[in-house]
Structures are given as structure tokens and as C-alpha cells.
């Protein structure tokens, strides 16, 4: 079913009143708490928060299947032995999750934790060998090596299918930290237009004389002493409409927009790609294995979209005892 047809009928995940709520809550948080202060603000973002987490739900609908995590895991799933560098790299990641913590320290919770894995593709060029079909050896052979980094569990739940269902927030939480992250660059860009407008004024205001330290005031803006009055004029243009953008109201305006339309946001789908088991792009053909990855992409414009590989995973209580007596914290 199509977003704008789970629109339309109202279906598309275990959205109430309350989950909607408390997730105009924590956007409103992440990107500026003052935005409660603006009339009807919560009210404003509700039905873009709820068409946003059920387009998000629609994404994560398409994920590979759940990763063995367990240590015996590491050497039967041979997915898991490309996406982390070693065991101990896999302990360390889920010793320190937050979240199995949080899951395992509820005896009630079943003894199996489903959860959700995040982490970084790298891509790099390297020249290698390449074993060929006839037994031959080729050297210097140009090839792309896919690594990852950063793994992180973000969440754990008791089922599969809770899992599944509820991922959504997930992507949702995802879009609201890259949402607070762009607002923050975007009023640091700020803060270097309003040093460079005061650079040109002290350097307006000195005229023909000598300056003690000219070359500071110069800063990084290249700016000859003729063209400073225009440079002035555009610079007061600038911070004029950014002023607007990082005020309470503009602020409030870009979540309506980014929630009136989160497909140009955030996109999400099963890829695939051919790998040999040490992590090189490989045909199928000379030996690659196929791997199957959930790919998250967040952000607008080919120059500042971020990607995140994500996958469903298990571990269960003795899996975690079992790595904690391999490598001890």
C-alpha cells in the first residue's frame, strides 16, 4: 500500500493520540525547545508527525533477515563476519548497548531480544589481486572495498514482528537528530556571516588608514577594499533571511514542510550488493557472495545525504554471558 493511500484510509502503523504526541515531543526537542512557546505549535505538527511515522513504518517494512549475533553466529552467518571487523568488535557493541541493557534488566522480558542494527558504509579504491576463473593470479587489479563503522543498537524488543512494527520510531528518531543537526549548521553558517558583516564594518569604518593588524581583519574573506560596500549590502541580505529561518516561527515552518513531505527527506529499501569475504565488490561470477542490507538515506540534495546500512538482529541472554566470558569488560 502506497504512503498516500495509508494517508488517505488512515492505516499504517500502531500510531495513537499518545505515540503521535510524544513523538511531537521529542522532535520538538531535538531541534529547539522554545518552539513550545509559539500558539498551537504541538497542534500544528501532529498530522505531519503521524503521516511521518507511518511513511517511516512503510520503509522499514523491507528489511533482510534478522543477523545471528550470538557467538557461534559469527562464523555460521557469514553476513556478520563482513560487517564487523572481528568478534571482540561485535562483544564490544553489544556490551555496550544501552538498549539490551535496558531489555535484559526486565526478567520478564523474554530470554530472546530482536534488535535493531545501525551502522556506517565505507566505500575506498584500493589496487589488490584478483583470483581469475582459470586459475590465474592478476595483479594490480583496481577494486572497491566495502567496510562498516559505527555500529549501533538503537532499539530492542521482545518479537520480530515488534520489531518490524515498530522500527518506524526508529527512522522517525533518526530524522529528528538530522533534522536538529542541519538546523545547527545552518545557524553556524549563521554566526560566520555575522563575524565576516563585522569584519567589514571595522574595515568600512578605518577608511584609507592604517590598521594595526589589517591582515586579520581580512579573516579568510578575500574581499578587496572597493568591493566591501557591496559585499556589506549582500551580507545584510543574507543574515536577513537566515534571521527569519532561525526564528521560532521559521523553525516551526521547516518541520511543517520537511513533515508535509518526508519522502524528500528520508528514503529507505532493500539493497544488495556482491562481496567476497573480505569485503571486496565482486561478480558473482569469480565468487561473490550476495549481501542483502537495509539502506537508510536522510536529507535533501545529493551533497549532504547521510546513509545508514541497517539490519534485524538476535541475541538471546546466553549469547551476551557467552561474550562476556570471551572479553570481559
Known sequence: MSFFLQRWLGGGGPWGRQEVSQAVERLIDEVDPKVRLLPRSQQQLQRGVRDTLRYASELIEHLPPPLDLSPAGYTTDRRVGLLFASPESL???????????????????????????????QARQRLGRQLLPDGQVQNDVPQQVISFEQHRVVAAYDSLKNLRQLAGMEAFNALCRDLARRVALFDARRQQLEAERQRVLLRLAAGGQTLINAAALRGRDDVRDDELPRRLQQLDAELAVMGKQLSLPGKLDYLRQVLRQP?????????????????????????????????MKLGEGEDSVRERVVFPGSVTRRDLQQWRERWPQ
Open 91 to 121: 562483544c564490544r557493541v553489544l556490551q555496550g548497548s544501552e538498549a539490551l541493557q535496558q531489555y535484559f534488566s526486565h526478567p520478564s522480558n523474554p530470554d530472546t531480544a530482536y534488535l535493531l542494527l545501525v551502522m556506517q558504509p
Open 263 to 295: 519522502q524528500q527527506y528520508i528514503k529507505a529499501g532493500l539493497e544488495s550488493t556482491w562481496l567476497d569475504r573480505m569485503g571486496v565488490v565482486t561478480p558473482p561470477d569469480l565468487g561473490g557472495a550476495q549481501l542483502d542490507f537495509g539502506l
